[in-house]
């Protein structure tokens, strides 16, 4: 087993996570034995994967997930919950690389993974806790500006549905003194993320997918003239292959290892607020994000518990104590919140990609792949999942427009990326420090 997987527990067991602790009942599925057959084959029961897996068999296509522990064991059974429009890598940053063309392209689809999730969850009923609204906040006057540049930039896109709040406006929604500021998107919103995924894996079945569950894919042949998945239970072969492993599929592809890095970063839940508490500190219930490069990212769970992530940990391996890492960052949000109980705190891996942008594209024989959402995967994941079901279904248009765009490899190959991304970090770090 390699570090990627280094969290597999031998059952397959989801992270103690106050998600998997407050998950709705799902079954567990069988593993992949012997040898099958099938028209599409996906590796990773996350939203990539089940993102298309759904969208392809509601377009009457037969389709197998291969999951090396259960269904949304990774990022997306354990992240923050926020729904978050927009690439990691903002649309200033895409135009300045990529040009207009590309620019006018991504900030079409900037709300559309959120849209998806709201008719996931509408048209298969799935109960995730569901909130609309997320505040990004700044805490100087250099943050304000680039909010400020940021929606200006949107409206430009016809993107209107965001609106700046100065230091007291920002009181009504987060009673906190950190802030200089923020910008709440009301298309934003937050849910429990595990629920979400189990709720599309459910509906994926009942469309005639199947769901192979404790079942690591150990190789892949993306050159035979039909791909070829194994795993230590048996093999599948498949006119197209679809690779959504994300930071957990490690090196067992190694065309892709160089794309991605594997990063880590921690939540944690509080004891149960009480509704008052938790009223007061985030009276409309929206989630938050700051914009700095090391970001706090909190919300209220359904049963107001206050759930902080943070914390960035190049390489993906996990902090020796997430509660006392996080809790400091906490204390400085809400003081308030100084004497509370923690109940749950948990790391997990998402997969960045150099330039920020998430990539996706085909490699051998009819093999797919899409990753590197750089811990915004929550809407991306979705939208990426509907354009690969849509280029399987042999519409490529907006497929080719994301796999032409550039990707660079992790300056010091496999041996140094880590380090040379701390030196990244670490500068980047400095300068949220210093507030420029
Ligand atoms: C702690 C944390 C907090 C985050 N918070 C947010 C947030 O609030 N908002 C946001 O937008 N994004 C957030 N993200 C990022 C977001 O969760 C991810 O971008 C998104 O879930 C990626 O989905 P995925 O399906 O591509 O990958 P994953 O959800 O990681 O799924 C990949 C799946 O593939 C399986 N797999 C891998 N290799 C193999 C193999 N060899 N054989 C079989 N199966 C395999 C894994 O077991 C896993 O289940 C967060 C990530 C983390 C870790």
């Known amino acids: 087993m390699n570090a990627h997987t280094k969290h597999y527990a031998g059952d397959g067991s989801h992270t103690d996570s106050y998600y998997a602790a407050s998950a709705n009942p799902s079954p567990e599925r069988a593993a992949l034995t012997g040898h099958q057959d099938i028209d599409v084959c996906i590796v990773g029961a996350g939203y990539s994967g089940l993102s298309t897996g759904l969208h392809l068999v509601e377009k009457g296509y037969k389709v197998a997930i291969i999951e090396g522990a259960r269904v949304g064991w990774g990022a997306s059974g354990r992240n923050g919950g926020q729904i978050v429009n927009g690439l990691n890598a903002s649309l200033q940053t895409i135009r300045k690389r990529y040009g207009q063309d590309t620019a006018t392209f991504v900030a079409g689809l900037v709300q559309e993974g959120g849209e998806i999730i709201r008719e996931r969850i509408k048209t298969y009923d799935i109960n995730c806790d569901l909130k609309e609204k997320n505040i990004f906040t700044g805490l100087t006057k250099a943050h304000m500006k680039e909010l400020e540049e940021r929606q200006a930039l949107w409206k430009t896109y016809g993107i209107d549905n965001q609106e700046m709040l100065d ?7 987060i009673n906190s003194d950190l802030y200089e500021g923020g910008l709440i998107d009301h298309s934003g919103g937050h849910m429990h993320p595990l629920n979400l995924a189990l709720g599309e894996a459910a509906a994926f079945e009942k469309l005639g997918g199947t769901i192979y569950e404790m079942s690591r894919v150990t190789s892949v042949d993306t050159d035979a003239a039909k791909p070829v998945v194994t795993t230590d239970g048996g093999t599948l072969t498949c ?11 490690g090196h067992v592809v190694p065309k892709l290892t160089p794309r991605v890095m594997p990063v880590s970063t921690q939540v944690m839940a509080t ?11 985030l009276p409309d219930d929206a989630c938050v994000e700051d914009i700095r490069y090391i970001l706090d990212y909190y919300r209220l769970s359904g049963d107001k518990r206050m759930l902080f992530g943070g914390g960035t940990v190049y390489g993906g391996s ?14 400085k949000v809400f003081p308030q919140l100084k004497n509370v109980k923690i109940d749950y705190a948990w790391s997990g891996n998402f997969a960045l990609s150099f330039s920020r942008v998430p990539q ?9 792949f899409a990753h590197g959402y750089s811990g915004h995967g929550v809407t991306g994941s979705h939208t990426f999942g509907r354009i690969l079901a849509e280029a399987i279904d042999g519409d490529l248009t907006r497929f080719d427009v994301f796999e032409n ?24 770090g400095l300068r949220d420090k210093l507030g420029v």
């Open 318 to 331: 996990d902090p020796t104590d997430i509660k006392a890492k996080l809790k400091a960052n906490m204390d």
């Open 167 to 173: 230091k007291d406006q920002l009181r009504a929604h």
């Open 271 to 281: 004891e149960p607020l009480g509704e008052e508490l938790a009223k007061s500190l």
């Open 360 to 368: 996706m594209g085909r490699i051998g024989n009819n093999t797919y």
């Open 405 to 428: 765009v550039p990707w660079y490899p992790f300056p010091g190959g496999r041996m140094f990326r880590v380090p040379y991304s701390v030196v990244g970090s670490w500068w980047y």
């Open 239 to 249: 006119k197209t292959l679809v690779l959504c492993g994300n930071a957990y599929l």
